[in-house]
C-alpha cells in the first residue's frame, strides 16, 4: 500500500481545505490523474496521483482542512488487494479553531515524560494551560510527539508565533524562553479552569497583553432575526490574518496626493488602439503606474524594505517585484511581477492581464503571489474617490489608486478641465518619515504627469 501525504504546497503554507476528490474508495486512478483539489490561505491546486492503482482510502471530506504531512490517500500499486476503508477518520476534529488544542493536563498525562528543565518549567506555567497559542498545525504535532506542552513556550516568530525550533529548544531544557504568567488581575484567564470556552479564553488573553483593550466574544444575534453563519477560512482568513498582523504590528501613516494624467492617458490611449490584439496590448493606467513606482522605489529605496522587529534591522531589497491587489470573488489576492525595473511598460501590461485572469479562475501558481517588495491596491475601476490601504505585511508600504476623474483645476492662471487620478501612499512611519513619503509621492506624480520622462526611464 502506498500511503500519499499532503506535500508541501509552498512557502508558509501548513495546511489546505478539500474542495473536491476526482475519486473515490474502489476507483481505479492512474499515475498523474487528477487526485483532489486543495485550497490553501493563497489559491486553489490540483493535486495529481502519484502513484497507479486502486484507492483504499481518503482523508477528509469536502470543507475538511488537512495538514501538511498528513497521510490523504491509501492506494494499492502493483497488484496488491485493495480493501476500501472509504473515509478516514481524523485523529483530531478537522477545521477547529487553533485554540481548541488538546488540554495542557490530557497533553501531560499521555505524553511521554520531558526532560526535568522543561516539566519543571511547564509546572511553573500552568496557570496559562489554556492560553490560546500562535503555531502551525505541523509544529502543534510536533510539540505532541515530542511531549511538550505548547501552551508553555513563548515562540519567537512573529507576532509570538511558536516555531519548530522553539520546541526542540524547549523539549532539549534549552533556553527558550516561556511563556509569562498571566497577571491574577485578570480573572477570565487566571480561572483557565472553570467553564470557560476556547472564545472566551482566546478573549481574555487578548485583552490581558494589550493595555486598554476590552476585548469580548460576540453577542448571539440569532434572537434579533435571522442569520447566516459561515466558516471563515482559506484565502478569506489569510487576508483576515495578514490585515490583523499589518494594522497591529505596524504604525501606519498616509500621504495624499493627485497625478495630472491627461497628458498619460492620452498616450495609453492611442497606443492602446494601435496595439489592440497584441500581446499586453490592453495597455491599463496600472502597468504605467508600476513603471513610474519602480523608478520611484530606486531613489527611495526605505519604501522597498522590510523591518525586523526581533533583530532590530531593516533589509534594503535591491529587486523590484511589484504586486497588485487583484478582486477573485473569493477574496483578494496579490499577483507579483517580478523584475519591474528591466521589464517594459508593454511587458508588465501583458503579465497583469495573464496574472489577473489566473487568479479569477483560482489558478494563480502560488510562486507568483510570493516575494513582493511593494503592492498597489487599484479601486478606481469600481468607483470611489480616494482609499487608505493597509500594508501588505511584511513590505513597509502601499499605494492606493483613486478613480481617474476630470476635474476642474487652474494651470497659468486659468482654470481648465483635466484628468486627475488620486494617490495615496500608506507607509510604516518605523523605516521613513512623512517628508520621504511626501518626496516619494512627489516624483511619482511628475512621472505620471509627463509620459515622456515613463520613456525615458524604460
Not at 483613486?402 to 487652474?410: A, D, L, R, S, T
Request: charged letters at 25%; proline letters at 8%.
Amino acid at each position: 500500500m502506498f500511503e500519499f501525504k499532503l506535500p508541501d504546497l509552498g512557502e508558509g503554507i501548513h495546511e489546505g481545505e478539500v474542495l473536491k476528490w476526482y475519486v473515490q474508495p474502489g476507483d481505479l486512478i492512474e499515475e498523474d490523474a487528477p487526485l483532489v483539489d486543495v485550497e490553501t490561505d493563497k489559491a486553489a491546486v490540483t493535486i495529481p496521483s502519484p502513484r497507479g492503482g486502486v484507492v483504499s482510502m481518503t482523508t477528509g471530506e469536502v470543507g475538511d482542512v488537512v495538514e501538511t504531512g498528513q497521510v490523504i490517500c491509501v492506494i494499492a500499486v502493483d497488484g496488491e488487494a485493495a480493501a476500501p476503508t472509504g473515509r478516514a477518520a481524523e485523529e483530531t476534529p478537522v477545521g477547529l479553531p487553533e485554540a481548541a488544542d488538546v488540554p495542557a493536563a490530557a497533553a501531560v498525562a499521555t505524553a511521554p515524560k520531558a526532560k526535568p528543565a522543561a516539566a519543571a518549567t511547564t509546572q511553573a506555567n500552568s496557570a496559562v494551560a489554556g492560553r490560546p497559542v500562535p503555531a502551525a498545525p505541523a509544529t502543534r504535532r510536533l510539540a505532541r510527539e515530542m511531549g511538550v506542552d505548547i501552551h508553555a513556550i513563548a515562540g519567537s516568530g512573529p507576532a509570538g508565533r511558536v516555531t519548530p525550533d522553539d520546541v526542540k529548544t524547549y523539549a532539549a531544557g534549552g533556553t527558550a524562553a516561556v511563556a509569562p504568567a498571566v497577571p491574577a488581575t485578570i480573572p477570565a484567564v487566571a480561572a483557565v479552569g472553570a467553564d470557560l470556552s476556547p472564545v472566551t479564553k482566546m478573549a481574555a488573553q487578548a485583552s490581558s497583553v494589550i493595555p486598554f483593550l476590552d476585548l469580548e466574544p460576540l453577542p448571539d444575534f440569532a434572537p434579533q432575526g435571522p442569520v447566516v453563519i459561515e466558516p471563515l477560512r482559506s484565502i478569506r482568513r489569510k487576508v483576515a490574518r495578514k490585515m490583523v498582523t499589518s494594522m497591529v504590528l505596524v504604525p501606519h501613516v498616509a500621504h495624499m496626493d493627485d497625478a495630472d494624467v491627461t497628458d498619460l492617458e492620452e498616450f495609453r490611449l492611442r497606443m492602446k488602439a494601435k496595439r489592440e490584439g497584441l500581446p499586453g496590448g490592453k495597455l491599463t493606467l496600472l502597468s504605467f503606474v508600476i513603471r513610474a513606482i519602480t523608478a520611484g522605489l530606486r531613489a527611495a529605496p526605505a519604501f522597498n524594505a522590510s523591518l525586523d522587529p526581533f533583530k532590530e534591522e531593516i533589509i534594503y531589497k535591491k529587486y523590484y517585484n511589484i504586486g497588485f491587489a487583484a478582486d477573485t470573488g473569493k477574496g483578494l489576492v496579490v499577483p507579483v511581477i517580478r523584475g519591474t525595473d528591466i521589464k517594459s511598460i508593454n511587458e508588465i501590461s501583458q503579465e497583469i492581464e495573464e496574472k489577473a485572469a489566473l487568479a479569477r479562475e483560482g489558478k494563480l501558481p502560488i510562486e507568483d503571489m510570493q516575494g513582493g517588495t511593494f503592492t498597489i491596491t487599484n479601486v478606481g475601476p469600481l468607483g470611489g474617490t480616494a482609499l487608505i490601504p493597509t500594508i501588505n505585511y511584511p513590505e513597509v508600504a502601499i499605494l492606493g489608486m483613486g478613480k481617474v476623474q476630470e476635474k476642474p483645476v487652474v494651470r497659468d492662471g486659468e482654470i481648465v478641465i483635466r484628468k486627475i487620478l488620486p494617490l495615496t501612499l500608506a507607509f510604516d512611519h518605523r523605516v521613513a518619515d512623512g517628508a520621504d513619503a511626501a518626496r516619494f509621492v512627489s516624483e511619482l506624480v511628475r512621472n505620471l504627469s509627463d509620459p515622456s520622462l515613463l520613456l525615458l526611464d524604460t
